[in-house]
């Protein structure tokens, strides 16, 4: 996994705002977004859907590690 966005501590719509930049940036690939709530999730993953992105979510103590990705 490369790239990473550290968005705890944020609130909506922040994590969902960097997250769709790190989408038209990369157009298609692989990066990490990091949350603490479950209504950042819901919303990048309602985001991710819509424009095309696969998106994995594991659970890790307080985090949530949300994986996107998509193919060219």
Not at 43 to 64: F, M, P, Y
């Amino acid at each position: 996994m490369g790239e990473k966005i550290d968005a705890r501590g944020l609130s909506c719509p922040q994590p969902v705002v960097l997250t769709r930049k790190k989408m038209k940036e990369l157009g298609t690939g692989n990066f990490e977004v990091i949350v603490e709530t479950g209504t950042s999730r819901d919303n990048i993953s309602r985001l991710a859907e819509h424009e095309g992105w696969t998106i994995k979510v594991k659970e890790e103590g307080d985090e949530l590690l949300l994986f996107l990705y998509k193919e060219k």
